[in-house]
């Protein structure tokens, strides 16, 4: 079922590098240096650097995958199923044999279309040695002429047919049906295009098809955005996918639709994207998350959210940590917030160091400049700071006397403490 829902801004590429005390590196979780007795002891900084990332308005919404290429071929012409050369399932290429009929009956036909074109030609023949130039004779060599011509056609529809006793794949993938076995008759009922290898012809019919192939190197997802977002994308628009199984894939927007389709009285209008490349292990149906991507924009400053103070009238401020370790408090311009990042638009230059939070283990938060993710708060209080072995904290394990830690970002914008 495909889920129709908003659009929103994406970081591309984040990898946001903070520093604890200058020697350890963070990359959204915590890492505490040294031993336990000099963690107890030393009061840390966390700092980021402001780096340049890009942010994508991307809308969201989810489809299905579905194969480029599915073919139904058929024989061109009548005989009866000599061999039958592949199974359900089997992988083909273009151009492999899949199967092959008795020509006994199309050389007949063969041979009958020519003895029809060559009585059509002495007839072409006599009319024009014995014209007397009237009327009457132009129109007859007109009629025989004509006459020539359709015999020719019929030559060439024989010949063709003959060609076409051995089926060949006229694109590769993978069989996934077929309709005919040994000893069958089949004759020519397709409905579809004459193929261009082996006389195949591609029929509109999967219940009377010898075979159907259903390609596996090229894909596309059907799926739907809501009439608030369809005049956003447009085609040529880049689309990140995401199978359920976790693949990650990129695509293209091909087509938007201008027809919607109306569920529960809202409006949805169909969207078709192509997946660029190949990819291994996609499967005809299978649920993709989309994020189709209708603005970007490149080398945008940004600092952790976390970083960034708002006073009371509105004004921004980050504070700068130098090589020394001095601190200044710098006033700057903030655009955007997307997840755990903030757009700095004045005030600060690419490599700047700034501070995220400040704390001591075991003496209580000495002012930090935001907090934890979760809304969790820096060690306070009496408790003691101990690192498990290795220097890392556990997943969602506790600060002492203080918030949650673990995994995750930076929250919004905090307040000084």
């Known amino acids: 079922m495909k889920r129709v829902r908003t659009r929103t801004w994406i970081i591309i590429g984040a990898a946001v590098v903070l520093v604890l005390g200058g020697t350890a590196v963070y990359v959204f979780g915590f890492a505490i240096p040294g031993s336990q007795q000099q963690a107890q002891a030393q009061s840390f900084d966390m700092t980021a650097q402001a780096s340049l990332e890009t942010l994508e308005q991307t809308v969201t919404t989810s489809g299905t995958l579905t194969p480029l290429v599915n073919e139904t071929v058929d024989f061109e012409g009548s005989g009866t199923v000599l061999t039958v ?3 359900e399932g089997q992988v083909v290429t273009a151009g492999q044999q899949l199967a092959t009929i ?29 014209s007397s130039g009237s009327a009457a004779d132009k129109a007859q060599i007109a009629a025989d002429a004509a006459a020539v011509e359709v015999a020719e056609a019929g030559v060439d529809s024989a010949q063709s047919a003959l060609d076409g006793a051995t089926l060949l794949a006229p694109v590769a993938g993978t069989i996934t049906s077929i309709g005919i076995e040994v000893g069958d008759t089949v004759g020519s009922s397709s409905s579809g295009s004459s193929g261009g290898m082996g006389g195949s012809t591609s029929s509109s019919s999967s219940s009377t098809s010898a075979f159907t192939i259903v390609g596996t190197d090229a894909w596309s997802v059907d799926a739907t955005v809501g009439e608030s977002d369809v005049a956003l994308i447009a085609a040529g628009d880049a689309v990140h996918l995401t199978t359920d199984d976790g693949t990650t894939l990129e695509g293209t927007v091909s087509e938007v639709g201008m027809l ?9 209008y169909p969207v078709t994207v192509t997946v660029d490349g190949t990819a291994d292990g996609l499967f005809d149906g299978v649920a993709v998350d989309l994020e189709i991507v209708y603005e970007s924009r490149a080398d945008v400053l940004t600092v952790p959210s976390a970083a960034v103070t708002t006073g009371d009238d509105g004004t921004s401020t980050v504070t700068l940590v130098g090589s020394d370790g001095t601190r200044t408090t710098a006033t700057v ?60 904290f556990p997943d969602g394990g506790n600060f002492p006397s203080g918030g949650q830690g673990g995994q995750g970002g930076f929250g919004g914008q905090g307040s000084n403490g």
């Open 333 to 392: 311009t903030v655009g955007e917030t997307v997840g755990n990042l903030t757009e700095i638009t004045a005030g600060l230059s690419e490599g700047d160091e700034v501070l995220v939070a400040s704390f001591t283990p075991g003496e209580g938060n000495e002012g930090s400049t935001g907090g934890f993710p979760g809304g969790g708060g820096f060690p306070g209080g009496d408790g003691d700071f101990t690192p498990p072995d290795g220097g890392s």
């Open 85 to 87: 050369d592949v199974a």
């Open 102 to 130: 008795d020509t006994l009956t199309l050389d007949a036909e063969l041979l009958e279309a020519k003895a029809t074109l060559a009585s059509a030609q002495a007839r072409l023949a006599d009319a024009k040695s014995s």
């Open 260 to 268: 919607p389709s109306t569920s529960s009285g809202a409006a949805a």
